[in-house]
């Protein structure tokens, strides 16, 4: 199974500041298309995930672009350029490349300082 | 507006059963895989089953494997999951998800597993 980090487990953030989440894959994500399907979701408090980013960059609809992906082979980061009030809430990374079992990081807790 | 809304939670014994429900609105059904998730209390996210297309390929986690069974109903643009021989590690919130890479997520429902 492809196991995924996450990193750090908690973050608090001064609001308009940047944050930055790392998230390492236990093997290359790359799939045999030269896809790499790595996402990014939100959960905010008391509600249902979110997907935020597929394809380690690409941005889901109505998703702010402070928000971006970047990465490849086995690291992968999530940005938040100016943290808002509003980004409060775990952030979790899934990778879909390996599967089955579809493997999530244990998340990232965002919270303003 | 793309929408999955999921019923049939609650509270259940040790080695019970419970049948979930998920339906789909907003988007043609039969063009995605379908999947389920689940969140224990205070616990992160994890996949649980998955169902192709035309339901001709279904995968489970491991500590499912035998007791819960995926399938789906394409002329009622639902996908269920039947849960069998419940342990209390089965409690959490189960949320229905659209695609293998989980796009789209119902509001979730509550299964309790307890005497």
């Known amino acids: 199974d492809v196991v995924m980090t996450q990193s750090p487990a908690s973050l608090a953030v001064t609001l308009g500041q940047p944050a930055s989440i790392s998230c390492r894959s236990s093997?290359?994500?790359?799939?045999?298309?030269?896809?790499?399907?790595l996402n990014w979701f939100q959960q905010r408090p008391g509600q249902s995930p979110r997907r935020l980013i597929y394809?380690?960059?690409n941005r889901d609809s109505g998703v702010p672009d402070r928000f971006s992906g970047s990465g490849s082979g086995t690291n992968f980061t999530l940005q938040i350029s100016r943290v808002e009030a509003e980004d409060v809430g775990i952030y979790y990374c899934?990778?879909?490349?390996?599967?089955?079992?579809?493997?999530f990081g244990g998340g990232t807790k965002v919270e303003i300082k | 507006e793309e929408q999955l809304v999921e019923s049939g939670g609650g509270l259940a014994q040790p080695g019970g059963s419970l049948r979930l429900s998920c339906v789909a609105s907003?988007?043609?059904?039969?063009?995605?895989?379908m999947t389920w998730v689940r969140q224990a209390p205070g616990k992160g996210l994890e996949w649980v089953a998955n169902?192709?297309?035309?339901?001709?390929?279904?995968h489970y986690v491991d500590s499912v494997k035998g007791r819960f069974t995926i399938s789906r109903d394409n002329a009622r643009n639902s996908v269920y999951l039947q849960m069998n021989s419940l342990r209390g590690e089965d409690t959490a919130v189960y949320y229905c998800?659209?695609?293998?890479?989980?796009?789209?997520w119902g509001q979730g429902i509550l299964v309790t597993v307890s005497s």
């Open positions: 998800s659209r695609g293998r890479d989980c796009s789209v």
């Open positions: 093997q290359s994500l790359v799939y045999r298309d030269g896809n790499t399907y």
């Open positions: 394809k380690v960059s």
């Open positions: 169902i192709r297309e035309d339901g001709s390929e279904r």
């Open positions: 899934m990778q879909v490349s390996y599967w089955p079992p579809l493997t």
């Open positions: 907003g988007f043609t059904f039969t063009n995605y895989w």
